[in-house]
């Protein structure tokens, strides 16, 4: 997959795509066949399969105040979009100036002027544009007036009609549901970020942990979690079974959240580098202990519990 941040960049060989348009944020099943219709319309025209995205999330321009809320960042949804087989991802750097801009103008500047698009695909809910006055049907006028052409792809449900959405998973995971936004997502939903030094209190109970700071992620329900971690060995990624504790860890007085995971039966040095950790399943929600030893004792047990699970599936 090839990645542009600026259209202007586009190599005249790689105009005349067929592109699927939308935030991706999660990049869920409903987002894999908006990206899967495009990739089948452009095989059969012969033409670039592309996704073209926003960053950062126009939500974080105009809210910056809200709390963190994505379940993808850049460098997960990249990875995501890669995996699905795409030509190429066009990234438009969302500030004011692409916010001011008219959908007629993003319709003529990025679209027509700088991507020289063939066809576009999107969902029903896309709004583009200042005020959000762009949306499928004002694509579908805008393609007959350039010579594109537009599917609107409608609402995706599973098989008790719920919509896959990138609104469900999130409640699902603050909710402590993390198999269900895993079902929305289509694969378990992950944090993935470098391993930094913590205050070590784990190793001297024999439960090391790997600590990952939140970032930008979503907040989910704070608690003890069955996790799988994702090391990087020689370019491809091992998955190793574990147990993470995510949240602010009140009986030591923590004040920041964070996610610490114990990974089983291994004994790596994985400080500075980056870790993908899967939320398999939620264990108990986070709480106080009276002492350092109780914790350990529940510890030991929220370990087993983990390793049980994951043995299952």
């Not at 600026?6 to 990206?35: K, S, W």
């Not at 750097?93 to 020289?116: M, S």
């Not at 995971?261 to 790596?268: I, R, S, T």
Request: net charge negative.
């Amino acid at each position: 997959m090839r990645l542009y941040r600026h259209t202007a960049d586009l190599p005249a060989e790689e105009r005349g795509a067929v592109v699927a348009l939308g935030n991706f944020d999660g990049v869920h099943r409903g987002h894999q066949t908006v990206i899967g219709t495009a990739q089948r319309i452009a095989a059969e025209m012969g033409a670039p399969s592309a996704v073209v995205t926003f960053e950062p999330h126009p939500r974080s321009v105009f809210r910056p105040d809200d709390p963190p809320f994505r379940l993808t960042p850049f460098r997960v949804k990249t990875r995501h979009i890669e995996a699905l087989g795409v030509d190429q991802l066009i990234v438009c750097h969302f500030d004011e100036g692409l916010h001011r801009k008219t959908a007629q103008a993003f319709v003529d500047e990025v679209l027509v002027g700088g991507l020289g698009v063939r066809h576009v695909v999107c969902g029903y809910d896309f709004l583009f544009g200042h005020k959000r006055s762009g949306d499928p049907a004002f694509l579908l006028r805008a393609g007959q007036a350039h010579g594109f052409g537009v599917t609107e792809v409608g609402p995706v449900s599973d098989a008790a009609g719920g919509v896959y959405s990138s609104t469900r998973a999130r409640a699902a995971l603050t909710a402590g549901r993390p198999v269900e936004a895993a079902h929305v997502l289509g694969h378990p939903w992950e944090i993935e970020g470098r391993v930094v030094h913590g205050d070590q209190r784990g190793r001297t109970i024999g439960f090391p942990t790997a600590n990952i700071e939140l970032g930008e992620y979503l907040r989910p329900a704070f608690g003890v979690y069955a996790v799988r971690a994702g090391v990087d060995r020689g370019g491809d990624t091992v998955w190793l079974p574990g147990v993470a504790n995510l949240g602010a860890r009140p009986t030591v007085e923590g004040t920041v959240a964070r996610l610490e995971a114990h990974l089983f039966d291994v004994d790596l040095d994985l400080y500075d580098l980056h870790l993908r950790v899967q939320m398999i399943d939620f264990l108990r929600p986070e709480m106080k202990f009276p002492s350092f030893d109780v914790l350990k004792d529940q510890i030991v047990k929220d370990a087993a519990a983990a390793r049980a699970i994951l043995a299952e599936g």
